[in-house]
């Protein structure tokens, strides 16, 4: 078992607590900038989606996991970041400015959208996003000058310095484009998660009444929550449309959404390991059941909805027996291993918590 | 000279008055106790302070500033902190984080330094962290430091909601029942906390408590609450002695 002997309060406060960390992910990072010459371009666009999936996961992982408000609502904000960094750029803009402000102007919109969403809580909040899923289907379409409505758009070729980037004839380029904004989202991830308004993200999740008596405003901390989640989901959705190919107002449905939360429950409520996890399975659950399922039956025998099904299923599973997803799952193996033979069956065990009733009184 | 400075609250939920014309003040330096039977209306007195609840008529002052045109989130601002009488704690976070969000009112930095971890934001953290490693030392709570709080005793729990508040560096503190479901020692614990927090700290206690010992033992000045209103209001042992404070524990007749 590794044991950390911390002798600096930066130990806490600096990206990677200790030595053992900086190198695992190093290595990581390592492996990701070689994967393309160790995989094929075929695999190399299949994790470029697992990486996409992931920035979208991270984007919805700040709000759920961390201020624990679920959003059905989601798919929206793939939407409006797609449509405005398209529409940015065929105003001219370069890529370079088009995409950050195509986030950035999904945040504020998430933000504003939020204000009055934030007076609702846990499932009402919920079923509320859902009409934003189902609302942007219509504003799309009625908004055709602009987004091309039922025909949809096809994103130009990526631009960056006089370099082209397109995601079927260059998808090593576009895969490196979608690595660095992961790795971007999840050091901005990282350091809200290492600054005040992280720590206020997790006490207006845990419990409003005292964030409030230390002095955390919890509307606003609330809409800065929807709104750093939304400007990550808009990175994910314009890079989703460039994944595409092409998009239109069924793209972003609320199918999208549903997948989405599903995905950061099964990876992991509250990590960023949580979205990445999920995000893996979400990108290969489909492959995997063709292949399975064509093994089983002979291929070309379709079975409508077993995705959404076997999807449902893998998810009421993890709520059932592993409440903390497939990370939650990867930490008590790892300490299992760590400790052998010594983990005992109920060290995992939850431990009773405290009823919390007549909370003021 | 009074610092906090309650005249005519009264509140009503429904057809309960909680609180009743009640009027007292808490002088700078002192530890003042709230004592009386459930229901009393104690942990309301407390509300109204934090400003959760809205009083139906009264004034409330905090070193002479009006403390009614406050948001909830700003009483925190003036210097005043508080714990719960059925702790309220960050559950899923550990200790660390928890006394860290005491320190949320000293926040300075902007959202756009702390997506990019500009270097005042380690700087600010190291403030805070210094800050909070001394009520850490102060409440003994290193063995913790990195706990889930999820996972803690009780005794423990109570220890770092008060840390929590202490973080905040406040000049004021309200302690909702400190001591209710502690042992007899983490009870005597309290009690050499309690006394050094107002001796050492300088930070003015008001609290609320039903352990007649540890009142008592600390406090200057006790107010007795029966129904929302005031019974009596002395040194502990002048209420202990007042009929009326028999009376209204012991039952009438009983006295
Ligand atoms: N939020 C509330 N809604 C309705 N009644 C309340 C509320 N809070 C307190 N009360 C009532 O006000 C009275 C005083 O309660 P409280 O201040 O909690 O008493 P205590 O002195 O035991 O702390 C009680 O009768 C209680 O039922
Ligand atoms: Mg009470």
Same mark, same amino acid.
């Given at each position: 078992?590794?044991?950390?002997?911390?002798?600096?309060?930066?130990?806490?406060?600096?990206?990677?607590?200790?030595?053992?960390?900086?190198?695992?992910?190093?290595?990581?990072?390592?492996?990701?900038?070689?994967?393309?010459?160790?995989?094929?371009?075929?695999?190399?666009?299949?994790?470029?989606?697992?990486?996409?999936?992931?920035?979208?996961?991270?984007?919805?992982?700040?709000?759920?996991?961390?201020?624990?408000?679920?959003?059905?609502?989601?798919?929206?904000?793939?939407?409006?970041?797609?449509?405005?960094?398209?529409?940015?750029?065929?105003?001219?803009?370069?890529?370079?400015? #088009? @995409?950050? =402000?195509?986030?950035? *102007? %999904? /945040?504020?919109? &998430? $933000?504003?959208?939020?204000?009055? !969403?934030?007076?609702?809580?846990?499932?009402?909040?919920?079923?509320?996003?859902?009409?934003?899923?189902?609302?942007?289907?219509?504003?799309?379409?009625?908004?055709?000058?602009?987004?091309?409505?039922?025909?949809?758009?096809?994103?130009?070729?990526?631009?960056?310095?006089?370099?082209?980037?397109?995601?079927?004839?260059?998808?090593?380029?576009?895969?490196?484009?979608?690595?660095?904004?992961?790795?971007?989202?999840?050091?901005?991830?990282?350091?809200?998660?290492?600054?005040?308004?992280?720590?206020?993200?997790?006490?207006?999740?845990?419990?409003?009444?005292?964030?409030?008596?230390?002095?955390?405003?919890?509307?606003?901390?609330?809409?800065? #929550? @929807?709104? =750093?989640?939304?400007? *990550? %989901? /808009?990175?994910? &959705? $314009?890079?989703?449309?460039?994944? !595409?190919?092409?998009?239109?107002?069924?793209?972003?449905?609320?199918?999208?959404?549903?997948?989405?939360?599903?995905?950061?429950?099964?990876?992991?409520?509250?990590?960023?390991?949580?979205?990445?996890?999920?995000?893996?399975?979400?990108?290969?659950?489909?492959?995997?059941?063709?292949?399975?399922?064509?093994?089983?039956?002979?291929?070309?025998?379709?079975?409508?909805?077993?995705?959404?099904?076997?999807?449902?299923?893998?998810?009421?599973?993890?709520?059932?027996?592993?409440?903390?997803?497939?990370?939650?799952?990867?930490?008590?193996?790892?300490?299992?291993?760590?400790?052998?033979?010594?983990?005992?069956?109920?060290?995992?065990?939850?431990?009773?918590?405290? =009823?919390?009733?007549?909370?003021?009184? | 000279?009074?610092?906090?400075?309650?005249?005519?609250?009264?509140?009503?939920?429904?057809?309960?008055?909680?609180?009743?014309?009640?009027?007292?003040?808490?002088?700078?330096?002192?530890?003042?106790?709230?004592?009386?039977?459930?229901?009393?209306?104690?942990?309301?007195?407390?509300?109204?302070?934090?400003?959760?609840?809205?009083?139906?008529?009264?004034?409330?002052?905090?070193?002479?500033?009006?403390?009614?045109?406050?948001?909830?989130?700003?009483?925190?601002?003036?210097?005043?902190?508080?714990?719960?009488?059925?702790?309220?704690?960050?559950?899923?976070?550990?200790?660390?984080?928890?006394?860290?969000?005491?320190?949320?009112?000293?926040?300075?930095?902007?959202?756009?330094?702390?997506?990019?971890?500009?270097?005042?934001?380690?700087?600010?953290?190291?403030?805070?962290?210094?800050?909070?490693?001394?009520?850490?030392?102060?409440?003994?709570?290193?063995?913790?430091?990195?706990?889930?709080?999820?996972?803690?005793?009780?005794?423990?729990?109570?220890?770092?909601?008060?840390?929590?508040?202490?973080?905040?560096?406040?000049?004021?503190?309200?302690?909702?029942?400190?001591?209710?479901?502690?042992?007899?020692?983490?009870?005597?614990?309290?009690?050499?906390?309690?006394?050094?927090?107002?001796?050492?700290?300088?930070?003015?206690?008001?609290?609320?408590?039903?352990?007649?010992?540890?009142?008592?033992?600390?406090?200057?000045?006790?107010?007795?609450?029966?129904?929302?209103?005031?019974?009596?209001?002395?040194?502990?042992?002048?209420?202990?002695?007042?009929?009326?404070?028999?009376?209204?524990?012991?039952?009438?007749?009983?006295?």
């Amino acid at each position: 078992m590794r044991i950390q002997f911390k002798t600096s309060y930066d130990h806490d406060i600096r990206l990677f607590p200790d030595r053992h960390s900086l190198i695992v992910y190093g290595a990581l990072i390592l492996l990701a900038l070689v994967l393309p010459f160790l995989i094929n371009e075929f695999y190399i666009g299949e994790v470029t989606n697992v990486l996409i999936w992931a920035i979208a996961g991270l984007g919805l992982m700040l709000l759920t996991g961390q201020t624990g408000q679920a959003s059905l609502g989601h798919a929206a904000f793939l939407a409006i970041g797609c449509y405005t960094n398209t529409i940015l750029i065929e105003q001219g803009l370069p890529f370079l400015l #088009a @995409f950050p =402000l195509a986030g950035v *102007i %999904t /945040g504020v919109v &998430g $933000a504003i959208i939020a204000i009055p !969403a934030l007076r609702l809580h846990g499932i009402y909040l919920a079923i509320a996003t859902i009409a934003l899923s189902i609302l942007a289907d219509d504003i799309i379409v009625l908004l055709e000058p602009w987004t091309g409505g039922v025909s949809g758009k096809f994103p130009d070729v990526i631009r960056v310095f006089g370099m082209e980037i397109e995601r079927w004839t260059m998808p090593v380029r576009f895969y490196y484009l979608v690595l660095a904004v992961a790795v971007m989202c999840t050091l901005f991830y990282r350091n809200i998660l290492r600054s005040p308004l992280g720590r206020a993200f997790d006490a207006v999740r845990d419990s409003e009444v005292s964030a409030t008596a230390m002095g955390v405003h919890i509307a606003r901390t609330k809409a800065t #929550a @929807f709104g =750093l989640s939304c400007m *990550i %989901t /808009g990175w994910a &959705g $314009a890079l989703m449309g460039y994944y !595409a190919g092409a998009f239109n107002n069924e793209t972003f449905s609320l199918v999208i959404s549903i997948t989405l939360l599903m995905m950061i429950v099964i990876g992991g409520l509250g990590s960023i390991h949580g979205a990445f996890f999920g995000a893996v399975v979400v990108a290969f659950l489909p492959q995997g059941l063709s292949i399975l399922k064509d093994s089983v039956l002979g291929s070309g025998v379709a079975i409508p909805g077993l995705e959404t099904g076997v999807f449902g299923m893998i998810l009421i599973l993890f709520i059932l027996f592993e409440p903390m997803g497939l990370y939650g799952r990867w930490l008590k193996i790892r300490i299992w291993f760590e400790l052998f033979p010594f983990a005992r069956k109920d060290m995992f065990r939850r431990q009773k918590s405290y =009823l919390k009733t007549e909370r003021l009184r | 000279m009074s610092l906090l400075k309650v005249e005519n609250a009264t509140l009503k939920f429904g057809g309960v008055v909680a609180v009743n014309d009640l009027s007292f003040s808490v002088n700078e330096g002192e530890v003042y106790a709230i004592v009386g039977p459930n229901g009393a209306g104690k942990s309301t007195v407390f509300n109204l302070v934090s400003r959760f609840y809205q009083p139906y008529a009264g004034r409330f002052s905090f070193d002479g500033q009006d403390l009614l045109s406050c948001k909830p989130d700003e009483v925190a601002d003036l210097g005043i902190a508080r714990t719960f009488q059925n702790i309220e704690l960050f559950d899923h976070a550990t200790v660390l984080q928890n006394l860290l969000v005491g320190r949320h009112r000293h926040r300075r930095t902007t959202l756009i330094e702390e997506l990019f971890f500009a270097p005042r934001v380690r700087q600010e953290e190291r403030h805070h962290r210094a800050a909070v490693e001394e009520v850490i030392d102060f409440l003994d709570l290193q063995p913790y430091r990195d706990k889930m709080i999820a996972g803690l005793p009780y005794g423990v729990r109570k220890v770092v909601e008060l840390g929590r508040a202490l973080a905040s560096g406040p000049r004021l503190l309200l302690l909702d029942e400190p001591a209710s479901g502690l042992s007899v020692e983490e009870t005597q614990d309290m009690r050499w906390w309690i006394d050094d927090i107002r001796k050492q700290m300088g930070i003015t206690v008001l609290m609320v408590e039903h352990d007649m010992g540890l009142v008592s033992g600390v406090s200057d000045r006790v107010l007795a609450l029966a129904d929302g209103a005031k019974l009596a209001e002395g040194t502990p042992a002048e209420v202990q002695s007042d009929p009326a404070v028999i009376e209204a524990y012991l039952g009438a007749g009983a006295a």
